[in-house]
Nanobody, 116 residues
Framework: QVQLVESGGGSVQPGGSLRLSCTAS????????MAWYRQAPGKQRELVAN?????????NYVDSVKGRFTISRDNAQNTVYLQMNNLKPEDTAVYSC????????WGKGTLVTVSS
């Protein structure tokens, strides 16, 4: 049974930081491209960042988070991270972890709220 379990969400003031984690089980983690998506209220889900499989781990970010967010992975721990700095109110959303290798697996998501 495949499980992706996110943690690290919460409420933070603008300019603050959070670190999201997603731990996977039931998959051969290192062969999967891992990604973080988010969905804000009333909006479509969007890709925030992804990181490819293998030792190189190429990363890709949506323009709105470049320079503020960093995605990384620890294949030994079957975990992908999203370090989010200088958070803005428009970053408020449910953040979900995704694993892709021809098939998509999803976590249930964790809520991030940025508000003063």
């Amino acid at each position: 049974q495949v499980q992706l379990v996110e943690s690290g969400g919460g409420s933070v003031q603008p300019g603050g930081s959070l670190r999201l984690s997603c731990t996977a089980s039931g998959i051969i983690f290192h062969i999967y491209t891992m990604a973080w998506y988010r969905q804000a209220p009333g909006k479509q889900r969007e890709l925030v960042a992804n990181i490819t499989d293998g030792a190189d781990g190429y990363t890709n970010y949506v323009d709105s988070v470049k320079g503020r967010f960093t995605i990384s992975r620890d294949n030994a721990q079957n975990t992908v991270y999203l370090q989010m700095n200088n958070l803005k109110p428009e970053d408020t959303a449910v953040y979900s972890c995704n694993a892709y290798d021809g098939i998509n697996f999803w976590g249930k998501g964790t809520l991030v709220t940025v508000s003063s």
